[in-house]
Every structure is written in C-alpha cells, then in structure tokens.
C-alpha cells in the first residue's frame, strides 16, 4: 500500500537534486497540499492514507514539471498574496512577499480615507489592485498593463475575487492613461527592474518561466520606468497626491534624486523586512 506519508518522502527527495532540502520538502509539501486540497494540519492527520491512482497519476505530472525547474506557482496555477490566491500562468510575474509590503504601505496611508482614486501601472496578475480594492473597499481602482494576456489573469482574479477593478490596456512608455487630469490620489507600480546583466544572479526557474517583458530593463537605463511613471503621475496626481514604487535596491539614491529633479516633494525611501531598500514614496506638489 502506497500512503501519502510514503508519496511526501518520494518527492521530497526527488526535489533534492534541485533544491535544498529543507526547500525540497516545503515545495513536496505544498504539492500534496494543493492536489488533496488539504490544509498541512489534514495532511499530518492523513498521512497513512492509501493514495489513489489518479492522485498518483496528479503528483506525477507535477513532479515532472517541477523537475524541468517551472516554478511550483505556476505548477500548481495558484500564488498566495496577502492572505488571498491568485491565479497565476506564465503570462505573468508570481507575486513576491516585498510586493506585499509596497501594497500594505498605501493601505496604511489611506484606510481611513474614503473614496481613493488609485491607478496600478504594470498590473500582471491584478495582485496589487485587487488587493487595494479589497483592503480599501470605497476606493476606485484601475490596472494596467501593456500585455492582453496579462490582463486576463487579472480580470479573472478580480472575477474569482469579487472586486471591482477597471483595467486598462496599454503600454506606459507610449502614451498617457485615459484618465482625467490631476483626479488621482495614487499611483503605484513595481515595474520592470532587474538590469540585463544580472540575468547570470537569476534561479534557473525565474528566468526560464516568467516573462521577461515583466522583468528586465536595459543596463544603460535602469530607472527607464521609473521616470515614465514618474512623468505619467505628474499628470495624473492630485496635489498632495503620491507615488510608490518597488525599487531596486542598487538604485535606491538614483530613484530618490530623480523624483526630487522632477520636483516631487517628501520623497522617502523604505526598507523591507530584511533591510534592503525596497519602496519609494513621494507626493506630488
């Protein structure tokens, strides 16, 4: 009899020749969660189980996508971000724990604000505007983004979410969103910012799977989106209205001294839990 305790080791160790093994078992473990839809708690209490065949079948197929290095997100369909899933494909980033910190910034800044305007550039799978519908229920949100397949993860995330998004399709660097002029209270966005050189420092499962249209600038012009934005946000911004970004951490000055040459006020870089420059926020005057 095969039981689920003797399926978790299998592919624990089998995950080894990729990962640590500490890493290696979480990512068995989140496996066999998600095909059982068991909580770990159920999954402790069930671990003499018998396993089916079409369960057998199930892990077999993602074990073997696993082991080509495809990330388990994108496996499994499905990404946690605070406290909800997101459907994920590889039409779009997987959303990050530090993303999670830029978006509780702004719902810091205006939970007791009624009726905020707020305009998320480079939206991939709606995780930040989605979120800031949810956690800011009377404010009036969009995405946007340049990518249709992109935004039809969002839209379904909003659909399976039950928020009510307006999205937009369109590319930054080209033009300004149809939106009226100076009725934004904020504007936010974690755009592409890792240089092409660093694609050496990338896990294999990163830069193989997610799109890199999402991910990577040039190295001669490492604040390109930072500075669009920037200049879309002057037009868009109230006054006193603010921007956040998500920052590379190498170019947290940079970022900061160009909003301030754009005349941006109060410009303040923050760090994440783990110490690293991660978000910018200024208000426009």
């Known amino acids: 009899m095969l039981t689920l305790d003797a ?4 592919l624990s160790s089998r995950l080894e020749t990729l990962y640590e093994k500490p890493e290696a078992r979480t990512i068995a473990e989140w496996t066999l969660e998600h095909a059982l839809k068991a909580s770990r708690f159920e999954l402790l209490q069930r671990r003499k189980e018998e396993v089916s ?4 079948k199930q892990l077999q197929t993602y074990l073997e996508r696993l ?51 707020l305009l998320d550039i480079g939206t991939g799978s709606g995780c930040i505007p989605i979120t800031l519908a949810a956690e800011l229920p009377t404010s009036q949100v969009w995405g946007l983004d340049t990518s249709p397949e992109a935004l039809t993860v969002a839209k379904s995330n909003a659909e399976k979410l039950a928020q009510n998004v307006t999205w937009l399709q369109q590319d930054i660097l080209q033009e300004i969103p149809v939106l ?43 604040l390109l989106f930072y500075r669009r934005i920037a200049e879309v946000a002057q037009q868009l911004l109230k006054p006193g209205g603010k921007l956040f970004y998500e920052i590379n951490e190498r170019f947290a ?10 005349d941006y006020q109060d410009v303040q870089v923050h760090q994440d839990l783990r110490g690293k420059d991660r978000v910018a926020e200024a208000v426009w005057r």
């Open 67 to 117: 082991l080509q290095h495809e990330p388990l997100q994108y496996v499994l369909g499905e990404a946690s971000f605070y406290g909800r899933e997101f459907y994920v494909n590889p039409a779009v980033l997987i959303p990050r724990p530090e993303t999670e910190e830029l978006v509780q910034r702004v719902i810091k800044t205006y939970q007791h604000q009624p009726e905020v305007k």
């Open 180 to 222: 009226e002029t100076h009725s934004l209270d904020v504007v936010i966005s974690n755009p592409p910012y890792v240089l092409e050189e660093e694609k050496s420092l990338m896990r294999q499962n990163v830069l193989e799977f997610e799109p890199h249209l999402a991910l990577f600038v040039p190295n001669e012009d490492p």
């Open 7 to 10: 399926v978790l080791e299998n």
């Open 53 to 56: 065949p079409e369960l057998q």
């Open 253 to 262: 000055q940079e970022t900061k001294a160009m909003l301030q040459q754009l």
